[in-house]
Structures are given as structure tokens and as C-alpha cells.
């Protein structure tokens, strides 16, 4: 009865921070776990399954005998004010052995903190340190590991887990103990029957360590990734190399589910090791060197969840963003760090694309059960269906672009491009057929796949324009015929243009939306948004034509531009323009007379560059700046853009919390409101507000006629017009959270160039 009372009040003492007036060895014997294990001839090693506690008066009880549901209400009763009064002989050793548990836990975290005070973080240590030494709680822990009672084992796993790290940390050295048991485990199996928890305590000492800004972290993990850098490649081979026979278990919860779910999450931390840290241990590149394995297993017949885990760890690798949930931004560039790395990049791509061409992604299982939380396959009543997993459609997707990017931007021939280009978009928009309904149109497949997820849908486009411009850089140094060429990306749905336009249109051309982009931390919108601009300041005929094409579509006509295959000898929007000729509608007359001629426009653009370059920019700068931000593909930048290099610091998207995020959109509604004649601003077409001249729109006005609906060229120029004036309103009020200056002069130029060539 003395032991627990003690116990309760050092629980209590510890959850507040006071200090422990008994000596360290008084609490250590306190915290000593009394475990007894019951060997048995029958199980041999797998005895840990027998194991009984130790009462504190030397009575055996099974941990069985007492359930989940006490310890939870013990754990929890000692946060109320009642918990002094809780009667303690009422509870087993098995309850008093979770809050022991639970007291090296809290204490190993109190020892981390940088708000424990230093004498009582030192009595902690002295604590911890007299466990480990005098009362072996090391080897009671890992005993622990193997308990059938999932919340004893759980606790043991993380007390483990943070006493390695303590150690390793505070003294520099590895625990013998915990490494012969990883050890043991991992060389014997499949024939050990430990692996998940061993898994998971490793997994958990790296993810400690990758967290840890204090720590020397190469250091740690040389020490940790020595003795097993080996062994974890030769319990990689053996448990993804044998396939999972559909007559085992392949419940979620079954021991070999266990297994690999723990070492699918163990592999994610290693990659992300390998990002952060110029490590050169096998370990870390067993996922691009032997990519196949896990391919295989996302094919295979285990639950669905694990080939759910599979397909996500591949996409988090590709994406460069494995650990981001834990590393909390620390993750570095890992280009920059490890010059090896890209070369891994690449075996995993080619891996990736060898994979779909031989029917990959055909063999993934798309459930179409309802998914609800935790896990449920239940259906609805009434057998209604919500559709595909759009999280697995989107991740594949992802996959192949990300991966067919990789390809392209290390190809040198541009009939090799070209057919990579036809043959994987080709295989691409197969499989989204299959599970989904798609646009005619192949170019708005990015917005239907991924506009419930911004992150996704702006990394693809990304990926998407990255594999035009490299196509264009070479087709431009071969005088390739540009029309057969923007026949090829809207066949293979990825005509930068389009998709542009396509993400726009799924926004309501809401300025307010990418300015949000803009702000976030979350996507990489800033760095797709600039050389996106960068290439429509370069095309604009193409982007015009485009638009052309998607009014002549709204309005029921037909596009060569959008027709697959394409049709060669023909004009760009030969069907556009003879559906304006006969149109009625003076402004679209005026879209249509823009691309009449190839000639004229030269003269035209010609003309308007001079005007461009005389214009007065005094409040902005060069492109120079983001140059080290944005890798445009390209040499032929103009001088008077690559003068007066800025800092990086000065344009980068810097992270910012939610307060700041709210505070800058308040901002944006506020001094939007407070404009005058905000109607009339916002319905005056671009080159004309503010003028007296007369108008199309000054006409309609005076008409009781009601005006026509916009074309697709002015929604889009009023959208960037808006967010240009935005921006330029938060920069002087200091609330923007990066200098956009170089952001400005490219929607500057496109303004100026709108409003030049196409006076709307």
C-alpha cells in the first residue's frame, strides 16, 4: 500500500514538475518492474507470451486477469482532483506496471525538455541511469515487447524506444542490450516472432533523432547504422521478397500484417535519414535500389491497407517529402546535400516506369468500399458506393509524373521524349479510365483527379510543365513544326496552357484562391506559378489561341486543338475562327482577328515589346532573384533580367503559422472593400479602366441589353489582374510574408502585353 501511494505521488510530482524530495535509489526501487518470466519447453524463446508479474507482497498474478479499460481509468483518474482517494489495493500489478511505465516515459521526455529545470532534469537522469544499471530494466522492457496485452507492449516499446535515445544522446553510447535483441530478431526471420516490435522501437529512436535539433545527428546515426546496417538489408530481402500466400492471414491485424506495416514505416524514416543526413549506409537506399521489391507487395494479395502504406511511401520518396509529418521542416534540399542521391532518383524512376510498362498499376487494387474512420469497410445502408479510393488514384498518378519527369529531364533526344511523353501519358490516362469518369477533353484530367488536394495538384502541374519546357528546349534547337508538337501535349493531356486555364476555371478565376497558394507554406505554388508566367510571357499566342479554343467549346463548337488524334495541314483553331467569322459579337471578332496572322502578330508583338520596355517598372526588379529559386531550363533570359541578383531570403515562400495566414486574408478583404467603385473597377475590361475612351463594355452598359458572358481571355487576365493589385496592397502594408517584387514585374508584363495585343 506504501509502494503505490508512492508511486501516485511521484506520478503527480512529475506531471507538474516538482521536485522528487526521496533519494534517486528510493525511486528507482519504486520504478522497478517486477517481472517474472514462465519458461516453457513447448515454446521455447517464445516464452515472453508466458510472462507474469510480480506482485509487490511476491504474489503471481497473470497480467489476463485485469483489463485494458482499469489501466485507462486508472491513467486517466490521476489527472482529477480525486485520484488521492483512488483505493490502490483495488488495482492489479499489471496497473501498477502501466504507471511505472508510464512514469520512465514521462520522465525521459521531462529530461529532453528545455523547460525542465536543470537539478530536476539531473535527478531524472540519476533515476533512469540507476534503473538501467542496478535494476536491468532494459531486459524487463524488451520482455515486455512481446506481450500479448497490446497496451503492456505498447508502453514498453515507447519506454524502450526513448531509453535507447536517452543513451545515446546523453551518454554517447548505444544500449548493448536493445542492439543483440534487434540483432537476433531481424537475422532469425521469419522464424522469430518479435520483429514488429523491434521495428518499432527503431523506428521510433531514429524519428527522436531526426526531431532533435540539438543533437549531432550524423554522429548518432553512424553509431546506430553500423551493426545493423547489414542485417536490416537482409530482413528487407527476406520479408518482401516472399510473396504472402492468399491462404495466410492477411488481416490487418494478423502477425504478418504487423510486420510489414512496421517495417513499411521503418522505411520511411530511413529515407528520410537520407534526405536529411550524407550518410552512406546501405540502409538508407534499399528503397531506390530495390524498388521492386515494394512494387511487388502493393501488387500482392496482402490486406489492403498495406498496399495503401506501399504506394504512399513510394509517393512520399518521390516527392522528396518522407518525414515531413515528424521532421516538422527540418528536411533540408537533398540535392545539395548528397550527390549520390540524384543518381538514386533516377534507378527509382526508370524502376517505376519499367513497372507500368509491364501492367503495374493495372494490378493495384482500387477498393471502391466505403472508408470511414478507423479503418471500417462497412457499407452504407442501402448499398450506396462513394467511388474509387481517389487517395490511391491520386498517389499513382503522382507516381508516374513524378517519375516520368525524372526520365525526361535526363533524356538529351527529343524523339526519345516525345515517345516516353505519348507512351506513359497514354498508359496514364488508361488507368484513370478505368476507375473514373473523365473530361473529353485529356488535358482536364489534373483537375478532376486532384482537386480535393492542392499539394498534389500543384506538384503535378509542376511536373507536367517541367516535362514541356525540357520538350520545348529541344524542339525549338531542332526547329520542330510547333503545331504537330502542341498536338502531342494535348493528346497526352499535358498542355501547360490548358491545365492552367483548367485550374482557373475549377476556382471561379477567384484571385483570392491563389493568393492563398501564394501565402501557403503547404504547396509549391510559387515556384509552378513564376515559370508558368515565364513561359506565358514567352507564348502568349499560344495562351490566346487556347482560349479561343475554350470559348468555341462553351459555346458548342469544336476545337482542333482539342482533338485526338490530331488533325495535321490545319490551322491551330481553324474551327474557332470560323465559328467567329460568323458570330454577331463584335469582342470575340476581336479575339478572332488576334491569330488571323502569324505575320502581323510577330509585328504586333514586336511593337508591344518596345512599348514594355519603356514602361516605368521603378517598383520592381529584375527576374535575376529568383533565378536561384526556380530552375527555368532555360539560357535565354534577356540581360536586362538577370541584373541585380537578390537575396534568396528576400523571395522565397516562407513558412507561416494560421494566425499570420488569417491576418493576410483579412487584410486582402479589407483594403479590396475599402477601393472605390470596386463594381465598376471589376467590370471595366483590362486596358481601359480608369479612361475615357469608349468601350464595348461603356455600350453594353448603355444598352438594356444585359452583357454577354466573359470569354475565357478576359476572366483569366481579370483573375491575374486582381491578384497583382492584392499583392501589391499587402507589400505596402508589410503583410505580405515574402518580397514578391520579382512575382509583380512578370504580372506586370503580362498586363502590359494583354492589354497591348488584345485591347478587350
Not at 331 to 359: F, R
Not at 433 to 450: A, I, T
Request: hydrophobic letters at 40%; proline letters at 3%.
Amino acid at each position: 500500500m506504501g509502494d503505490q501511494s508512492l508511486l501516485q505521488q511521484m506520478h503527480s510530482d512529475v506531471l507538474v514538475g516538482s521536485p522528487l524530495a526521496k533519494d534517486s535509489y528510493d525511486y528507482a526501487s519504486l520504478l522497478n518492474l517486477h517481472i517474472s518470466p514462465k519458461h516453457s519447453s513447448a515454446r521455447g524463446n517464445e516464452s515472453h507470451n508466458q510472462m507474469c508479474l510480480e506482485s509487490t507482497n511476491g504474489g503471481i498474478r497473470s497480467h489476463q486477469d485485469s483489463t485494458v479499460s482499469d489501466a485507462v481509468v486508472f491513467l486517466i483518474d490521476d489527472k482529477s482532483n480525486s485520484s488521492a482517494n483512488t483505493n490502490f489495493s483495488a488495482f492489479s500489478p499489471r496497473e501498477i506496471m502501466l504507471l511505472q511505465l508510464t512514469l520512465i516515459e514521462m520522465m525521459l521526455a521531462k529530461v529532453q525538455s528545455k523547460e525542465t529545470e536543470y537539478s530536476i532534469g539531473k535527478k531524472y537522469c540519476d533515476i533512469i541511469r540507476i534503473l538501467l544499471k542496478e535494476t536491468q530494466a532494459d531486459s524487463k522492457l524488451i520482455w515486455l515487447l512481446g506481450s500479448s496485452d497490446k497496451l503492456l507492449s505498447h508502453m514498453a516499446s515507447k519506454s524502450m524506444a526513448s531509453l535507447v535515445y536517452f543513451q545515446l544522446k546523453e551518454e554517447n553510447s548505444l544500449n548493448v542490450t536493445w542492439l543483440a535483441f534487434c540483432l537476433k530478431t531481424l537475422s532469425e526471420f521469419p522464424r522469430g516472432v518479435r520483429a514488429a516490435e523491434c521495428l518499432w522501437t527503431l523506428t521510433a529512436i531514429i524519428r527522436d533523432v531526426l526531431k532533435d535539433e540539438d543533437m549531432c545527428k550524423a554522429d548518432i546515426m553512424k553509431k546506430l547504422f553500423t551493426p545493423l546496417d547489414a542485417v536490416l538489408e537482409g530482413f528487407h530481402d527476406s520479408i518482401l521478397f516472399h510473396h504472402f500466400d492468399s491462404h495466410q492471414d492477411a488481416s490487418a491485424h494478423s502477425k504478418p500484417s504487423n510486420n510489414l506495416i512496421a517495417f513499411i514505416d521503418l522505411l520511411e524514416v530511413l529515407v528520410a535519414c537520407r534526405f536529411q543526413l550524407v550518410l552512406h549506409f546501405r540502409c538508407q537506399r534499399i528503397l531506390f535500389l530495390k524498388t521492386t521489391y515494394i512494387l511487388d507487395l502493393a501488387s500482392s494479395s496482402v490486406h489492403y491497407l498495406i498496399k495503401k502504406k506501399s504506394i504512399m511511401l513510394v509517393k512520399k520518396c518521390i516527392l522528396y517529402k518522407a518525414g515531413e509529418d515528424f521532421t516538422k521542416g527540418l528536411l533540408l534540399t537533398p540535392s545539395l546535400q548528397d550527390p549520390y542521391l540524384d543518381m538514386d532518383m533516377v534507378t527509382l524512376a526508370a524502376a517505376l516506369l519499367e513497372a507500368v510498362d509491364l501492367g503495374w498499376m493495372n494490378r493495384i487494387t482500387v477498393s471502391e468500399k466505403a472508408c470511414y474512420f478507423g479503418g471500417s469497410e462497412t457499407q452504407p445502408k442501402g448499398g450506396v458506393r462513394t467511388g474509387p479510393d481517389q487517395v490511391i488514384i491520386r498517389a499513382l498518378s503522382l507516381i508516374l509524373l513524378k517519375a516520368l519527369e525524372t526520365k525526361i529531364q535526363n533524356s538529351a533526344e527529343e524523339a526519345e521524349v516525345k515517345a516516353n511523353l505519348r507512351r506513359f501519358m497514354s498508359r496514364l490516362l488508361t488507368f484513370l479510365k478505368n476507375h473514373l469518369k473523365l473530361s473529353p477533353h485529356p488535358c482536364e484530367w489534373l483537375s478532376m483527379v486532384f482537386i480535393e488536394q492542392d499539394d498534389d495538384m500543384l506538384e503535378a502541374a509542376k511536373a507536367l510543365l517541367t516535362i514541356y519546357l525540357k520538350l520545348d528546349r529541344l524542339r525549338r534547337a531542332a526547329a520542330a513544326d510547333l503545331r504537330l508538337e502542341d498536338d502531342l501535349t494535348h493528346e497526352s493531356g499535358c498542355n501547360p496552357h490548358c491545365i492552367f486555364l483548367y485550374l482557373l476555371k475549377n476556382i471561379s478565376f477567384d484571385s483570392t484562391v491563389l493568393l492563398d497558394f501564394l501565402i501557403s507554406s503547404e504547396t509549391c505554388f510559387l515556384e509552378y506559378f513564376v515559370r508558368y508566367l515565364k513561359l506565358l510571357k514567352e507564348g502568349w499566342h499560344h495562351f490566346v489561341n487556347i482560349c479561343n479554343c475554350f470559348d468555341a467549346v462553351t459555346k458548342g463548337g469544336v476545337c482542333d486543338s482539342f482533338a485526338t488524334p490530331p488533325r495535321q495541314g490545319e490551322r491551330y483553331c481553324q474551327t474557332v475562327l470560323r465559328w467567329q467569322t460568323g458570330c454577331c459579337d463584335p469582342e470575340q471578332q476581336i479575339l478572332a482577328s488576334v491569330v488571323s496572322s502569324h505575320d502581323s502578330f510577330a509585328l504586333t508583338r514586336q511593337h508591344c515589346g518596345d512599348q514594355v520596355a519603356r514602361s516605368d517598372l521603378s517598383n520592381t526588379v529584375s527576374l535575376g532573384c529568383l533565378q536561384s529559386l526556380v530552375n527555368y531550363d532555360s539560357s535565354e533570359d534577356s540581360d536586362s533580367e538577370s541584373v541585380g541578383k537578390e537575396s534568396l531570403a528576400n523571395t522565397k515562400q516562407m513558412p507561416i503559422n494560421k494566425q499570420d495566414s488569417t491576418k493576410i486574408r483579412e487584410a486582402v478583404s479589407r483594403v479590396i472593400d475599402d477601393e472605390p467603385n470596386t463594381f465598376e473597377t471589376k467590370m471595366l475590361p483590362l486596358g481601359q479602366k480608369g479612361s475615357n475612351t469608349l468601350s464595348l463594355l461603356a455600350c453594353r452598359l448603355s444598352s438594356n441589353n444585359p452583357p454577354p458572358v466573359e470569354g475565357m481571355l478576359r476572366k483569366a487576365m481579370k483573375c491575374l489582374e486582381e491578384l497583382q493589385k492584392a499583392i501589391s496592397r499587402l507589400q505596402r502594408k508589410n503583410l505580405f510574408p515574402y518580397n514578391p517584387a520579382a512575382l509583380l514585374k512578370l504580372l506586370l508584363h503580362i498586363e502590359r502585353t494583354c492589354k497591348c495585343m488584345n485591347p478587350l
